[in-house]
C-alpha cells in the first residue's frame, strides 16, 4: 500500500475539521480562549479630554504673564466650572480638562508664587491633553473574531466595558493509552514494564493548546479490555489512542474500533517518524491513532492533531509557527518520507537562526525530544544539504 503525503494527509483532516460551539464568558475566564465574535466598545475611550501630565491646564493665548490659580482637577474629581482669561488650573495626570482651557503645561515647565503661576516654556497649543475618543470610541472594533485571548486583550475589553465575550468552545479531547508494558508514573517498576509518559504528554499538550483532556486510561492487549474502554468515548470531540496502530499481534485497536463503527480516512502517511497513524471518524468523532513511541506521537498530534484542534477553535494558524534557519552541520539526503529531525536552534542578535540536529533521532527516544525546540524539516527525496544552507524549521 502506498504511503500517504503529508499535505495530503491534513489536508483530508482540515477538510472535516469544522469550528464547534460558541459560548458567553466573563473576560475573567477568557485567557486563551478564541474569540467568536468581534468585540466591540460600550464607551468611547477617553470619555472626556484628559490631562496626560501632570501641571496646569491653561488657555493657549494667555501664556506670557502670570495666571491666577483658580483650583484643580483630580482623576476622579474634577474641576466644577470654567476657565476663563489669566486663569490656570491645577490638574492631574487622567483628570478633566476643564471648559475653556486648551493646552496642559507640564509642572516641571512652570514656576509658582503665591497663587500666580507662570509658564516658562510651551512647544505647542494643545500639548498634553488626551482627546474625546482619542484611544477608540463606542462601537468600535476592540479585537476581531478569531484572536487568541492574551493578557493585553483583557486589557482593552476591561476598557471597553465589556464584560462578558463570545468564545468558540474548548475542544473535548478523550485519551485512550493502549500496551500491557505501561504503569503510571509513580508505580514500583518491574524489569519487563515502563512508565506511561504517553498520557500525561497528551493530557499536556491538549490543555497547553485550548483543549480539555479526558483520561480514559490505559487499556490492556486484550479485547475485552479496549471494548470495554472504548465504550467511554462519548461527548468529546476528538479521540485519540497511543500505541497499538502497527502491525503487531498485539496491536489491535484499528480493529476493535473498526468493528465498533470506525471508519477510517487512512492508515500509514509518508512521515519519518509518525509513519503508523491513523485518522478516521469514529460515531461523529475525530479519531487519530497515535504510534506508541512517544517522539512519534508528539510529531503526529504537531502535524495533524494540534491543526485540527486550532481548527475547531477558530483559528487562523492550523499548527505551531514556521521559520528558517541555518545549518550548522552537514546533512544526507532525504528519503521516501518526509522527516521531521528534532532539533535545536539558537538565536543571535541580529535574529539569525542557527539549527542543529546531530543527535539521535530514534523515535524511542524521549531526551532528546525535551531538549528539543524545533523540528528541521526534510522534504520527501530532499538532496543533500550543507552546512550554511538554509532551512525550514517548525518552532515548537
Request: proline residues 5%; aromatic residues 6%.
Amino acid at each position: 500500500m502506498a504511503l500517504l503525503p503529508v499535505p495530503e494527509a491534513l489536508e483530508t483532516i482540515l477538510n472535516r475539521s469544522h469550528p464547534i460551539e460558541t459560548e458567553i464568558i466573563s473576560i475573567h475566564d477568557a485567557l486563551g480562549r478564541v474569540l467568536a465574535d468581534d468585540v466591540r466598545s460600550q464607551l468611547t475611550q477617553p470619555p472626556f479630554a484628559a490631562s496626560a501630565m501632570d501641571g496646569y491646564a491653561v488657555r493657549f493665548d494667555d501664556i506670557g504673564g502670570p495666571l491666577t490659580l483658580i483650583g484643580e482637577s483630580q482623576a476622579g474629581k474634577s474641576f466644577d466650572g470654567s476657565l476663563s482669561n489669566g486663569e490656570a488650573l491645577r490638574i492631574f495626570t487622567g483628570a478633566p480638562v476643564p471648559v475653556g482651557a486648551d493646552t496642559v503645561i507640564m509642572q516641571e515647565n512652570t514656576s509658582f508664587e503665591g497663587n500666580q503661576v507662570t509658564i516658562n516654556e510651551c512647544r505647542a497649543k494643545g500639548i498634553n491633553i488626551r482627546k474625546i475618543g482619542e484611544d477608540f470610541k463606542k462601537d468600535d472594533i476592540l479585537l476581531k473574531k478569531g484572536v487568541k485571548i492574551t493578557a493585553r486583550h483583557i486589557a482593552v475589553i476591561a476598557a471597553g466595558n465589556v464584560e462578558k465575550i463570545c468564545v468558540y468552545r474548548k475542544p473535548k479531547v478523550a485519551i485512550l493509552s493502549t500496551g500491557d508494558e505501561l504503569l503510571d508514573v509513580g508505580s514500583e517498576i518491574s524489569p519487563d514494564k515502563i512508565v506511561n509518559s504517553n498520557v500525561p504528554l497528551f493530557m499536556a499538550l491538549i490543555k497547553e493548546n485550548g483543549g480539555i483532556p479526558v483520561n480514559l486510561g490505559t487499556a490492556r492487549d486484550t479485547l475485552d479490555d479496549v471494548k470495554a474502554k472504548i465504550l467511554k468515548v462519548k461527548d468529546v470531540d476528538i479521540f485519540v489512542s497511543i500505541g497499538g496502530v502497527s502491525v503487531g499481534d498485539y496491536d489491535i485497536i484499528k480493529d476493535v474500533l473498526k468493528d465498533a463503527g470506525l471508519k477510517v480516512d487512512f492508515w500509514k502517511v509518508a512521515m519519518k517518524p509518525g509513519k503508523p497513524i491513523v485518522y478516521g471518524d469514529f460515531k461523529g468523532i475525530h479519531y487519530f491513532g497515535m504510534p506508541g513511541n512517544p517522539s512519534s506521537a508528539y510529531i503526529c498530534f504537531v502535524n495533524f492533531m494540534l491543526p485540527a484542534m486550532n481548527k475547531m477553535q477558530g483559528l487562523g494558524e492550523y499548527g505551531y509557527p514556521i521559520s528558517h534557519a541555518i545549518l550548522d552541520h552537514d546533512i544526507k539526503e532525504g528519503s521516501g518520507r518526509m522527516n521531521f529531525m528534532r532539533a535545536i536552534y539558537t538565536e543571535n542578535q541580529d535574529g539569525i537562526k542557527t539549527v542543529s540536529a546531530n543527535f539521535s533521532q530514534s523515535s524511542a527516544l524521549l531526551k532528546t525530544m525535551s531538549d528539543a525546540n524545533c523540528l528541521l524539516i526534510r522534504d520527501v527525496k530532499a538532496p543533500p544539504a550543507k552546512a550554511g544552507e538554509l532551512v525550514k524549521i517548525v518552532l515548537i
